[in-house]
């Protein structure tokens, strides 16, 4: 790509205007809002590659900005922040960056450290890699380019990504999907939003860091946007999670131009006099199959009914992944609306046991499915089903995303009307009577106990609704053979440099402002002290996020209570530490529940500390005490029924058990860590 492929073209298309710009991006963004408008200022962040696509997306929301205040309160105080991605694969990649940068203060107006800050990503390829050369460039560019977008989201506190996606990029996936074998939903094409993909385990960018920069309003809630036509969604209750000691957050992606063709976004770019980059590798039809079928579409080569239409005119593809998009998005609110009636009977976050007493399924399937033939019926029923039943196995799994092929059995063995109802022959092969009380699946250990209804139901639940019965016991599947151990690896911690004066100075401040009582412990605990970088948070098992300052100067592990480092934790001599640590995991669940927990070991295997429930072993006693790890541990997001009470959630401890002080907000051996 050369940026002297910056070209004017005259395409036959109307501009997009900006009102009708704001009406796509507000459908889908729905920001913070409250009755005077925007809760703001808010930041919107940018993908910014110098193609016709993003830079329109650029121009497009600059415009925006210039409406004014009178379409919608606080729309001006929007910040803009572009991010222009260097993919560091070729020699003049980092020149083109810049290039695009220059080209955005020379057409739009603006400039560094006005209403639109850029900043360039260099991608940084693993040592020896040379990114031209590697097999699978196109997949581990789209990894590494989606991190560093994430990554930097959550340093400039920006929840929310825009991408420059538009109608033919959706026809392009939809027929790459066909070429590739899917069927059914696989085939919905290009989300216009969702969670930032490839970005597992990146903190504050997936699914956590929203404690950093959450925007909070009455009654401690993310509110949606002002749209009537907007979709129901499960809003974040902040103060809960954060009490509770839950992650929330995360980066989201929108795509505001899924509804507009290639030739409006030029018409936009041309009537603005912003020119744009034509790159000549996204043509050669030999490179990828993408570029293939771009080539096929653009020349009109396909069928009619594969075309990817004018852009007055959507084609017969993009109204059929639209379908399927709309039966796709019909049945996740119809599984969404059955888990607002699930009665939640406690959940325990120290360990991830969670007991739900869940409703005779389908009793609030959409009655509209009643019109349907009985076996297109079962089929909704059993789609909608195993949504529900993911949502509620995602609250303990360590897997990010559930696939619904492998809750078949799930399904069908959790919901009992779904079995009394189906006609003889509609069963899957693969599930049989009995029905399983106890079986594995998406990670997640399940068991029906037997335990008819004495409890209250939650306000607004039914109880006619939900299974009198039995109740669901739900688990992280046991660790064995066959699943290898999660470990996180945790380097000795980085001293900073920093002088005597500045740390005398400090600890007089403080100790002006603090307690006498816990001046004696900050004077107890900082002779010799020193300062480390903060480490960065590791996502343990996909469940708990933990952050582990290592001062030992050797490097430790977060791995899984395994029998034998039980056995050798309460097999030290305390005999008051161990009974009361046995106390503790008995209050936990069911035995095989404490070999999920995490356990902080030396270089020996030996535990240091179980950080989710509070205890340190004598091995950790036996340290110097400015020697001793410190951590902060959460549970990952999770969405609970708006309904849960508080008081059935047991939360995860930062401590441990023997009285002993913090150290700097940080667990070290006391009951609570700051946060």
Known sequence: M?????????????????????????????????????????????????????MALATLCHQVRKLGDAHLPGLSDIRLHVFIVDHKARTESTREARQVVKFLDKYLGLSRGSELKTRILPLKWPPGTVPSESPDFETEARRLRYQALGKACYEAKIPTLLLGHHRADGNETVLMRLVSGYRGEGLRGISEEGEIPHCTGVYGASRSG??????????NELVKAQDANARQEVVEPVEFYREQGFEYGGVKICRPLMDYSKQELEATLEEAGVPWVTDPTNNDPK?????????????????????????????????????????????????????????IISFDARSGYFQVRIPNFPAHSDPDCHLL??????????????????MLFNIVSPRNDISLQTLKVATWAMFGNLQKDSPPGSRPVEVNEPWPSKFTAGGVLCER????????????????????????????????KRLAEPTCIVPPATPKERSPAATLVSGLTADSQ?????????????????????????????????????????????????????????????????????????????????????????AEDRVLALPTVGFVSLTFRALAEDRRPRWRVRYKRVVFPEMVRAERVVRLREGNMDGVGTLVGWSCGGRRGGR
């Open 449 to 480: 106990i037997e335990t008819p209804s004495e409890d209250t139901p939650l306000p607004g639940v039914q109880p006619s609704l939900l299974d009198p019965d039995h109740i669901w016991c739900l688990t992280r599947e046991s660790y064995n």
């Open 514 to 602: 603090i307690s006498t009582r816990a001046k004696q412990r900050r004077r107890k605990t900082s002779v010799n002290q020193t300062a480390f970088h903060e480490p960065a948070w590791q996502l343990w098992d996909g469940r708990y996020w933990i952050q582990v300052l290592n001062p030992t100067g050797t490097t430790l592990k977060i791995c899984p209570l395994s029998p034998d480092r039980l056995h050798r934790a309460v097999t030290g001599g305390d005999d008051k530490l161990s009974a009361r640590l046995k106390k503790t995991l008995r209050s936990l669940g069911p035995p095989h529940v404490r070999y999920t927990l995490p356990a902080i070991v030396d």
């Open 2 to 54: 050369s940026l002297d492929g910056f070209v004017h073209s005259k395409p036959g298309a109307v501009p997009i205007q900006p009102l009708r710009f704001l009406k796509s991006l507000l459908k889908i963004w729905r920001p913070p809002v409250s009755s005077n408008g925007l809760c703001g200022p808010l930041k919107l962040a940018l993908a910014v590659s110098g193609g016709a696509d993003s």
């Open 210 to 219: 929203g404690r950093d920069y959450a925007v909070t309003l009455e009654k």
């Open 373 to 390: 033939p009985e076996h297109q019926q079962l089929t909704e029923m059993e789609h909608i089903g195993a949504r529900l039943v993911r």
């Open 287 to 343: 490179l990828s199959i993408r570029n293939t079928i771009r080539y096929l579409m653009q020349r009109r080569l396909l069928p009619k009914a594969l075309d990817s239409g004018s852009h007055q005119e959507p084609s017969a593809l993009t109204m059929a992944a639209s379908n399927i998009r709309h039966k796709y998005r019909r049945r996740n609110e119809q599984a969404a609306f059955s888990y607002q009636a699930c009665d």
